[in-house]
């Protein structure tokens, strides 16, 4: 099992960087693909960005293609979301994720992702 917490949110204008930190404990992260979900009030989770074990793939939403990047320090047991050139629209709350997911077409699936953390808001204002 491993335990997965997020930092780094809060609010930015429009135009603005945030990153996001997923710190993992307990069983090793680097077993694990991670992803970041968001979810706004009255939306649906969804996927933001992800990555495999190694960081040989990632995956990214159109909607933050070349703006956002993710990373991982496995030495660190740790995630990031590099989140430029932010719009009012990114404005949710930030989940962190970790899970096995056997097969990178899935990776964007919040089902195939077992551990979760509380969420960090990211607020984007105009």
């Known amino acids: 099992q491993v335990q997965v917490v997020e930092s780094g949110g809060g609010l930015v204008q429009a135009g603005g960087s945030l990153r996001l930190s997923c710190a993992a404990s307990?069983?090793?992260?680097?077993?694990?693909?991670m992803g970041w979900f968001r979810q706004a009030p009255g939306n649906e989770r969804e996927c933001v960005a992800a990555?495999?074990?190694?960081?040989?793939?990632?995956y990214y939403a159109d909607s933050v293609k070349g703006r956002f990047t993710i990373s991982r320090d496995n030495a660190k047991n740790t995630v990031y979301l590099q989140m430029n050139s932010l719009k009012p629209e990114d404005t949710a709350v930030y989940y962190c994720?970790?899970?096995?997911?056997?097969?990178?077409?899935?990776?964007?699936?919040?089902?195939?992702?077992?551990?979760w953390g509380q969420g960090t808001q990211v607020t984007v204002s105009s």
């Open positions: 994720a970790a899970g096995i997911v056997p097969y990178v077409s899935r990776i964007h699936l919040s089902n195939e992702y077992a551990y």
């Open positions: 307990g069983r090793t992260s680097s077993r694990y693909v």
């Open positions: 990555i495999s074990r190694s960081a040989g793939s990632t």
